[in-house]
């Protein structure tokens, strides 16, 4: 149960597989990597994230690509600030195996999704932008999911693309394509 926090800019991916440890990206930092810069992929639970600096990923990486214990139980937290901000040349941020809880108050964006998650039972709050530049600004696969906008979802395909059962969208500001 560990917080990792990183304080100043880095080039190196940020490897976050431990079960139940905090990663804190503080303001005005960037983290600028060649593929994915964030890399949770082992399947554990109850990670945090604050993303209140810059998580850039080029190379067609991916901003964050996290997985997830779904046998298990638990849930992942990303919670990105009004200065944090998650570019993927890829993706913003892929989250496999479900119960991933994402508040947006910041920036997301990809290039084929700016939001991407599977499995059940996740749930988006977001107040300000997420954004794809030719796919779907969010792709949900999976049940359950509930998403809360009260800010922008845009894509150049869809604004968000909801598949599978019992999917909740409550749209108090804008989706956009």
């Known amino acids: ?9 880095s080039t190196t991916q940020w490897t976050a597989n431990t079960a139940s ?7 005005d930092v960037y983290l600028a990597v060649l593929g994915t810069a ?3 992929t082992a399947a554990v639970t109850n990670r945090k994230f604050q993303i209140d600096g810059h998580v850039i990923a080029d190379g067609g990486g991916s901003g964050m690509f996290i997985g997830q214990d779904a046998t298990n139980g638990g849930s992942n937290t990303i919670a ?26 910041g920036s997301v964006m990809g290039q084929t999704a ?5 499995g059940s039972a996740n749930v988006v709050d977001n ?14 696969q ?17 604004g968000a ?16 394509s």
């Open 21 to 27: 440890d905090t990663y804190v990206l503080q303001e």
């Open 80 to 105: 990105i600030g009004a200065t944090g901000s998650v570019l993927g040349e890829a993706y913003g941020i892929v989250s496999h195996g479900g119960t991933l809880n994402l508040h947006n108050k």
């Open 142 to 158: 999976g049940d359950y999911a509930t998403i809360y906008n009260s800010g922008d979802i845009t894509g150049d395909d869809r």
């Open 127 to 140: 107040d300000a932008t997420i954004m794809a530049f030719a796919g779907a600004g969010i792709n949900s």
């Open 38 to 40: 964030i890399s949770g």
């Open 114 to 118: 700016g939001l991407y998650m599977t």
């Open 161 to 176: 693309y909801l598949a599978g059962h019992y999917a909740y969208l409550v749209n108090t500001g804008n989706i956009l």
């Open 1 to 9: 149960m560990a917080v990792n926090i990183l304080d100043s800019d």
